[in-house]
């Protein structure tokens, strides 16, 4: 009965090379991540220490640590978050809720797309006419968070828009069919059952954010600013210029002449870490949120 | 005159963008009526239930003529159309159980409708969850989730969801697909007694479910009437149209 035919051992050859292949496949995604982070931390150790992290930059960035890049950074990532998460999220669920197929809902669909596909230079140069000029907020924080809300927005909206359709259209259906208003069926059953894949979506957002050197050199990153005192809140959000770690890392790899050989890694160092931290607390409340999913 | 009926259907007529699935169908089902409509798959059964209640307006590219008329009134000119499906339980083929408790999956719409105190929903949810015949199961664990109940349970946890609103009109299509036959016979029962409180109309793939439980049954086919009388005729020697005998004999279909 369970002879081994020809055609039995050539499947089971088959689904041990398919097996294999689509492993190796993504053993080899962790490769270049080994590499990058051992090398860049590797590089970065003579530069690194709790001073390095707390003490403003001094001698236009080659001395001293990257406390205010840190800081400029982390108001950067704040302000430009709190900006683009409701206003995508909500949009989202617009767009997934509410809109009928329409010339309309087509034309938002398209623009979100497109915008997502624009290149992250581009955002810059539109953050500079439109923010720093003809909004006259000038090169400040506030234009470079407005700039990378823009960029994250499109990513937010369709990361959002398939953490929702994900919740089963029958669900809805019933909720309608006892008369419930949409809203009444958003609350209760559609955002409570989406939520981890939307914020999961939103958090990963931040290591972008965090990230991008072009648009925020164009719009309100400056190559040196130390803070006073090495304080907190001494910039202003609205008007300050500030630096940030992306483009102090930009600058320092490239422009600074005379700087130690392991500077450079150590803020790339810094900058994977801020992200490592906000990814693994993304991964934390997915996983938190998943436990409680009901279905 | 005559009592005004429940349910008015005049022509109504139903597409999905250029291809009609109803033509023109008129029909009145009376008060307290059980009325069975029985009819091969793509014959309009639940297209109809959806015009009643208007959940046909969640499918994109629908249109709809003639006129329904729920208590007299037209129900595409029902302003708080949220009123009229309370109005209307609706109790779909694969079960739908919320991914909520058992207890919050039957509160759900009194809720919706603002009802809060804690005592109302308690009544009600008991109620509800017998004429269900399901308390008996789950008394000892409304707060478990209710997706985790078996499909069976969780088709009679739909059909208390739906009475959970207090309607007027019940709508039950293809209620048993999911049940086995003793639960079935079960809900029968409470269909019996719930005819007293409302009109149920009764869409079957079981032609003899319509015949046990209806007063009168409509055979739809194509999006058209074959045939509407009393059970006696439809489900006796001699219905008036061949195809009606035919298909409930199940010659076809």
């Not at chain 1, 909720?175 to 809203?183: K, P, Q």
């Not at chain 2, 009609?20 to 069975?36: L, R, T």
Request: proline content about 4%; hydrophobic content about 45%.
């Amino acid at each position: 009965m369970f002879t081994e035919t020809p055609f039995v051992r050539k499947k089971r050859r088959a689904e041990l090379i398919a097996k294999c292949f689509f492993g190796g496949m993504a053993a080899a995604m962790v490769i270049p991540l080994i590499l990058i982070v051992g090398y860049v931390v590797i590089q970065g150790a003579p530069s690194l220490s709790w001073d390095f992290l707390t003490t403003n930059p001094r001698l236009g960035g080659i001395r001293g640590g990257i406390w205010s890049a840190l800081v400029g950074t982390i108001y950067i990532v704040a302000i430009s978050l709190c900006v683009s998460a409701p206003i995508g999220v909500f949009s989202a669920v617009y767009l997934n809720e509410y809109a009928k197929d329409n010339w309309f809902t087509r034309i938002v669909n398209l623009a979100v797309v497109n915008l997502a596909g624009v290149p992250s230079i581009v955002h810059g140069l539109f953050g500079l006419g439109a923010f720093v000029y003809a909004a006259g907020m000038g090169k400040s924080i506030l234009s470079a968070s407005l700039t990378l809300s823009i960029m994250t927005l499109p990513v937010i909206i369709a990361s959002t828009k398939e953490a929702l359709s994900a919740v089963p259209i029958s669900f809805r259906e019933a909720c309608w069919n006892v008369g419930a208003t949409r809203w009444q069926t958003i609350r209760r059953i559609v955002l409570p059952n989406s939520i981890s894949g939307i914020l999961t979506g939103v958090i990963l957002q931040v290591s972008r954010t965090a990230g991008e050197t072009a648009p925020v050199m164009l719009t309100g990153v400056a190559t040196f600013k130390a803070i006073e005192s090495n304080g907190l809140f001494l910039y202003n959000p609205l008007t300050d210029q500030c630096m940030a770690l992306s483009m102090h890392l930009y600058y320092i790899a490239t422009q600074a002449n005379n700087a130690a050989p392991s500077l450079p890694y150590a803020i790339a160092t810094v900058l994977l870490g801020v992200v490592l931290v906000v990814n693994a607390t993304a991964i934390g409340v997915r996983a938190y949120l998943r436990s409680r999913k009901k279905w | 005159m005559t009592a005004q009926p429940k349910i008015e259907v005049r022509d109504l007529r139903l597409s999905y963008g250029t291809r009609e699935v109803i033509h023109g169908i008129s029909f009145d089902i009376g008060h307290n009526e059980i009325f069975g409509i029985i009819g091969p798959a793509q014959s309009g059964k639940t297209s109809l239930l959806r015009c009643i209640n208007r959940t046909i307006e969640f499918s994109a590219a629908t249109t709809v003529s003639g006129t329904v008329k729920v208590d007299g009134q037209s129900v595409q000119k029902v302003r708080n159309v949220y009123e009229l499906r309370r109005k209307i339980g609706m109790v779909a083929p694969l079960p739908v159980g919320l991914p909520l408790s058992i207890y919050d999956n039957v509160a759900f719409a009194p809720r919706c409708a603002g009802m809060t105190a804690k005592s109302d929903l308690d009544g009600l949810v008991e109620k509800c969850l017998q004429q269900a015949a399901l308390w008996d199961e789950v008394k000892d664990r409304l707060d478990s989730l209710g997706t985790k109940l078996s499909g069976g349970q969780q088709q009679r946890l739909t059909i208390a969801r739906a009475l959970s609103h207090q309607p007027e009109i019940l709508c039950l299509d293809e209620f048993s697909i999911a049940i086995d036959p003793v639960t079935t016979m079960r809900i029968e029962d409470v269909l019996k007694e719930l005819r007293k409180e409302m009109t149920i109309i009764l869409v079957t793939n079981l032609t003899q479910q319509a015949r046990r439980l209806a007063d009168r049954t409509m055979f739809l086919w194509n999006g058209e009437i074959i045939e509407l009388d009393i059970n006696d005729v439809i489900f006796g020697d001699t219905p008036k149209d061949q195809r009606t005998y035919d298909y409930v004999m199940g010659v076809f279909g």
